[in-house]
């Protein structure tokens, strides 16, 4: 119960803006967890950090927490967690320009998103792959991806995600 109060406080606090207390918190929650050898939480709190180290700028971090959490998160069969962590690590590997990389795991995430029709999911992951052939300059398949995300953002009414997505298509 400690362990599950510390990760909520920490993912609350981060939300607040304080991201030194939140990563304390969460830090906490993963010790504990780790102790009991909880590999569902583990994983969880892993992610966690990783999530709020990758808003930071800190990718080094937050691909470290990633990388350790996704062996973890496949074993306990959590797919739309795995599917999260691969989509970060995706931008990660765009943001620092291995575009190859990129492009294999957001597309591992995409299928795992499909086979949970995660509309919401899909719908980011295409935009993110768009992101990546729009830097590679394949132009059309950046076009494609796109059209498909803003499709899926309309059905969902997600206005927030349909004006990045637009903008994006120029």
Not at 9 to 31: K, N, Q, V, W
Request: charged share 25%; aromatic share 4%.
């Amino acid at each position: 119960v400690r362990a599950k109060v510390l990760w909520v406080t920490g993912i609350l606090t981060g939300r607040l803006g304080d991201s030194m207390r939140a990563t304390s918190l969460l830090e906490e929650s993963l010790e504990v967890w780790r102790a009991v050898g909880d590999k569902k939480r583990i994983a969880s709190a892993l992610s966690t950090l990783g999530v709020g180290a990758q808003r930071q700028g800190d990718y080094e971090q937050a691909s470290a927490r990633f990388e350790e959490s996704l062996p973890l998160l496949r074993a306990v069969g959590e797919k739309q967690w795995t599917a999260i962590v691969l989509s970060s690590l995706g931008l990660i590997a765009l943001y620092q320009g291995n575009h190859q990389r990129a492009r294999a795991l957001c597309e591992e995430s995409l299928a795992l998103f499909r086979d949970s029709v995660d509309t919401r999911g899909i719908a980011s992951v295409l935009t993110n792959l768009g992101m990546i052939y729009l830097e590679q300059g394949d132009d059309a398949q950046t076009a494609r991806l796109l059209e498909e995300s803003l499709a899926l953002r309309h059905e969902m009414g997600d206005k927030g995600g349909s004006a990045h997505t637009l903008a994006m298509l120029g």
